[in-house]
């Protein structure tokens, strides 16, 4: 895997994954191995993604690498014109990987075929966010030891949420069967279930979020974005038919988790924080880990 | 002058090269771009509108001494799924083919994606066909599709 980019989480097979995968736990035994002790990380975040942006920077930090950034007038010299080729290609000789957020769809495909270092996508606009992926798979496969043959069960906005759209497109190498909770109109789209359908995978649509609760292992909440319904009306009726409480989950199985990219503004209520089954404040540690793993793993060290 | 000279005219025969028959006359300039026509010195005739018995109005194009791959020539597919290739030599045809819709196309077409990369730097377009029957095209850079309906060529 050395010397190669990650744009899309389908740009990993099964294999890679899982091997990815393993390596995020040794990481995990030992956070601290200063094995990036020569190399130079660029982040270049061309929009704000405060949380990613630590989280790659702390990765970096425990591998003992050095990492260099933006500053706000280099981020000027963008608006000035510059291209984003000569923008990845002069940071190419500075460092030896870049990671990079930029708000355009297919900048980071782009920048990795104009770059000599490898490029690690950190989201490029509204397409893919390969590295969040990494970290729901890692979640699930630490929570339930494995990830072949579990329910997943997603709720809220399926139709535009990127982070559903790769995990729905990961978990397809492991024979998951799928539980599709969201209103009408945000229903997952044909072009992910085309992946379902190719691996002849069980997936079932609901509209109403109890009915899938005691068959899931995991059971993966996203926000529903008012901007995304054309017609405000619809969006007050469905605002608060996809939240999560804690009275919900009185039958569920023993290992079942909830898991949320992040941040969260109404849609699991307050009182499953303090459940067993709320997992989403641990997901942001192994976070740290995947990406240490993937660090690693591409510079081949 | 008779109905028969006309004809000739219109079909008037090369001894060496390609016809290109059964163009939709809407595309015929786009064929004419897409294959860079306008670079080429071979002798080029162009028929614009001319009467089909198939299609009512259609374009030709003869080009004298100039042969193409099958992966240049199927790039005109995109704007002419009819079009019929004619291979001549001596003045005989030799092969006679139609044109099949690509597995990948390169910088003829558009994203759709107004936020795609493609559409906000200087990039060169690229897709990969995943539907050939009814021409969805997925971008190779925001992944996204561009459908029949919204495909506009460069
Ligand atoms: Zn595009």
């Known amino acids: 895997m050395k010397s190669k980019s990650l744009i899309s989480i389908s740009d990993f097979s099964k294999e890679e994954i899982l091997q990815l995968l393993d390596r995020a736990k040794e990481f995990e035994k030992e956070p601290i191995q200063r094995i990036l002790e020569n190399y130079v990380i660029a982040t270049l975040f061309f929009e704000p993604s405060t949380r990613t942006r630590l989280s790659f920077e702390s990765a970096v930090s425990r591998l003992g690498g050095k990492i260099i950034s933006f500053t706000d007038s280099m981020t000027s010299s963008v608006q000035k014109g510059e291209s984003l080729k000569d923008t990845i290609k002069t940071v190419c000789s500075y460092s030896d990987l870049i990671v990079m957020r930029h708000p355009r769809e297919g900048s980071a495909r782009f920048a990795s075929e104009v770059a000599s270092v490898p490029v690690i996508n950190a989201g490029d606009g509204a397409n893919q966010h390969p590295t969040q992926c990494l970290l729901d798979l890692y979640s699930i496969f630490k929570t339930q030891k494995r990830l072949d043959d579990l329910n997943i069960m997603m709720v809220g906005d399926l139709k535009y949420g990127r982070t559903v759209h790769s995990l729905v497109i990961a978990m397809c190498h492991f024979n998951t069967t799928f539980h599709l909770v969201s209103p009408t109109e945000l229903k997952l789209p044909g072009s992910v279930k085309v992946h379902i359908k190719d691996k002849n995978l069980k997936y079932y649509q609901y509209t109403d979020i109890v009915e899938a609760i005691p068959k899931a292992d995991i059971i993966y909440m996203t926000r529903i974005q008012k901007e995304r319904f054309s017609d405000p009306i619809e969006y007050e009726k469905v605002k608060n038919s996809y939240i999560l409480t804690a009275e919900m989950l009185y039958t569920i199985k023993p290992d079942m988790k909830v898991l949320h990219p992040l941040p969260r503004i109404n849609e699991i209520s307050e009182d499953v924080d303090e459940l067993p089954q709320a997992y989403y404040f641990n997901q942001a540690i192994n976070g740290i880990y995947v990406r240490q793993a993937l660090l690693a793993n591409i510079l081949g060290v | ?154």
């Open chain 2, 1 to 154: 002058m008779t109905k028969m000279l006309r004809r000739e005219l219109k079909v008037s025969a090369i001894e060496n090269g390609t016809v290109i028959d059964h163009i939709p006359s809407k595309s015929l300039f786009q064929v004419v771009r897409i294959l860079n026509l306008e670079d080429l010195d071979n002798q080029i005739l162009i028929g614009a509108n001319l009467d089909s018995q198939k299609y009512g109005k259609k374009g030709i194009l003869k080009l004298s001494n100039k042969f193409f791959k099958s992966e240049e020539i199927n790039k005109i597919a995109l704007v002419a799924p009819t079009a019929t290739i004619i291979v001549i030599k001596d003045f005989h045809i030799i092969e006679k083919s139609n044109v099949t819709i690509p597995d990948e196309v390169f910088r003829i077409v558009k994203c759709f994606n107004p936020n795609c990369i493609t559409n906000q730097e200087k990039v060169k377009t690229r897709f990969t066909v995943v539907d050939k029957r009814n021409l969805r095209l997925q971008c190779h850079y925001c992944e996204r599709i561009t459908a029949k309906d919204n495909m506009t060529f460069i």
